[in-house]
């Protein structure tokens, strides 16, 4: 049998990529010694009972702020609504260990809201009750303020795109705006929202940052406690397997959930529907709700960051944060433009030969997007060490010459993992937008003796633009905002920003911090501008569609 060459390369790029989840998986079976009897023994059931609870909390949190405001916005007409649209999506530009570093500092007894509540009563230490915001509680709270928009973003494209004629029923019935929702809008809406949940879900599991900071005990902290602290590798990537294993549950359960469902709309009529009018105490709590989402998910946080990054700017930023600048620019420019080159590749790959076994490389090629980065950074790390000091071996052997730490040690294990780990962000804005450029092109283009490369080159590449552009700025802030596998992964001497203020915050530097944090979140905020286009543009094209008499 022959293979082509764009076969072979979406063959050995997706079983490249595949590694660091083969590796965890295959170290199940290695004997780790007698510290499994001292985790079952000890803290085993903290990391269960805690990486559970963080679920459910952060998935009820997300699940009403979320579903609530896309209703709201999409739904129902008040002051403001068009602003809240966008700004709601606004959390999604600061990472959790962030929006956790900052209201720690606002709210912990030395921080400035305390601080004036003794001042102006006159208590002392003990002579009042405040929440813990460093508890399994708060870190839920934190969590859910920054992870909520995945829900409300896909439910309001979902609410957007049902049929609205099956709403005007409702209405035609006498149903009110809320009763309408509970009874046609959510239910048809399901496999949105638990998709939108399902990504929070695995965001909760994936975070390091907040519950490390915050002292919460799960499976993330205990990988790294476990690689460093024990210094067990086997049973580090055991517990990676475990964390896995739950991210695995939650991807067949979102899809055994609706198996034999039905959500699409059977009816032809599609025009457009006023939004419910909101009148009196309704319409402020409308603004109420939306206002209070922004205000603590996105303005208390980076206001906070501002006024710390002004008071502290002149001990901060100096050349040492302009190298770390410079560092981060440079990894994340590096991995968005290598994931952008083997999405390409795999994407035009499947387009050429869309047989059964290349869809299911591509697939496999993306799948690390829903394993943590811990665990991404154990199965790269495993692997990677073996090479190092298989090839250091030998050249001892042969040449008295150590090696050291080619890959292991270096930003190739970086890029590994980012690979690994984002590129179906990038893999699902090309194959969006290459999916738009009908096939008679390419077929055209042969009937002109135009080779495959050169189709890829001069046709889809340049109408690929925007997707193009969609998918660098996205793997490019995520890769900014990655901290577990860069914390493991990074050469000696060699920090980035998301490092700095996780290093600079643990030893309670929060207002040093701030500086770096702030960059973070100001370019965070591009990704969540593409977002907002895009369902802005959805609806746009939706409604056209609707009001057509064609």
Request: with cysteine; hydrophobic share 55%; net charge positive.
């Amino acid at each position: 049998m022959k293979f082509s060459l764009w076969e072979i390369a979406v063959t050995a790029i997706a079983l490249v990529l595949a590694i660091p989840v083969f590796v965890i998986l295959a170290n199940v079976f290695v004997p780790a010694g007698d510290v499994w009897q001292h985790l079952y023994s000890t803290v085993l059931s903290d990391y269960i009972s805690n990486s559970l609870l963080l679920m459910l909390g952060v998935t009820i949190g997300s699940f009403l702020l979320g579903v609530t405001a896309a209703w709201l916005v999409s739904m129902t007409e008040f002051p403001g609504r068009k602003h809240f649209e966008w700004a709601l999506l606004l959390p999604m530009a600061i990472p959790a260990y962030i929006i956790a570093y900052t209201y720690t500092g606002m709210l912990d007894f030395a921080g400035p809201l305390q601080t004036s509540l003794r001042e102006i009563s006159g208590w002392g230490y003990g002579d009042y009750w405040f929440p813990e915001v460093r508890s399994l509680s708060g870190a839920a709270i934190m969590m859910t303020l920054v992870f909520y928009p995945y829900v409300y973003l896909l439910a309001r494209a979902a609410f957007l795109s049902q049929s609205l004629c099956v709403l005007e029923v409702s209405r035609s019935l006498g149903n009110g705006p809320w009763r309408t929702f509970f009874t046609v809008a959510l239910p048809l809406a399901r496999p949105a929202i638990i998709a939108g949940l399902s990504l929070v879900l695995m965001e909760t599991l994936a975070d390091y940052g907040t519950v490390q900071y915050f002292g919460v005990s799960t499976f993330t902290t205990g990988i790294f406690r476990t690689w460093y602290g024990l210094d067990n590798a086997p049973a580090a990537a055991q517990l990676a397997a475990i964390l896995l294993l739950f991210v695995l549950v939650l991807l067949t359960l979102e899809r055994y959930s609706r198996r034999k469902a039905r959500y699409h709309n059977t009816s032809r009529s599609q025009h457009t529907l006023g939004r419910f009018r909101l009148k009196g105490w309704n319409k402020f709590a409308a603004i109420l709700i939306c206002f209070s989402m922004l205000l603590f998910g996105f303005l208390l946080p980076a206001a906070q960051l501002a006024v710390w990054a002004i008071d502290t700017a002149t001990d901060v930023i100096d050349e040492r944060f302009i190298s770390l600048v410079l560092h981060s620019l440079g990894l994340a420019a590096s991995a968005a433009i290598l994931a952008l080159i083997i999405s390409l590749t795999l994407a035009y790959g499947r387009r050429l030969n869309p047989t059964p076994l290349i869809k299911s490389l591509v697939r496999i090629s993306s799948m690390g997007y829903a394993v943590p980065g811990t665990v991404i950074a154990i199965g790269v790390i495993i692997p990677l060490g073996y090479l190092d000091n298989l090839i250091d071996s030998w050249m001892r052997t042969h040449f008295d010459y150590s090696t050291g730490l080619i890959f292991s040690g270096t930003i190739f294990a970086l890029l590994f993992a980012y690979m690994a780990r984002f590129l179906a962000v990038s893999l699902h804005a090309v194959e969006s937008g290459m999916e738009r450029i009908t096939p008679s092109m390419d077929e055209a283009a042969r009937s002109l003796g135009c080779r495959p490369a050169g189709i890829l080159r001069k046709i889809h590449i340049p109408m690929l633009k925007s997707s193009v552009l969609t998918a660098v700025l996205l793997v490019f802030v995520d890769v900014l905002k990655e901290l577990p596998a860069t914390l493991i992964l990074r050469p000696f001497n060699f920090n980035t920003l998301a490092v700095k203020v996780y290093e600079l915050a643990a030893d309670e530097r929060l207002a040093d911090s701030s500086s770096a944090a702030l960059a973070i979140v100001l370019v965070g905020i591009v990704p969540v501008i593409i977002l907002n286009r895009s369902i802005s543009g959805f609806t746009q094209r939706s409604r056209s569609r609707h009001e057509d008499p064609a």
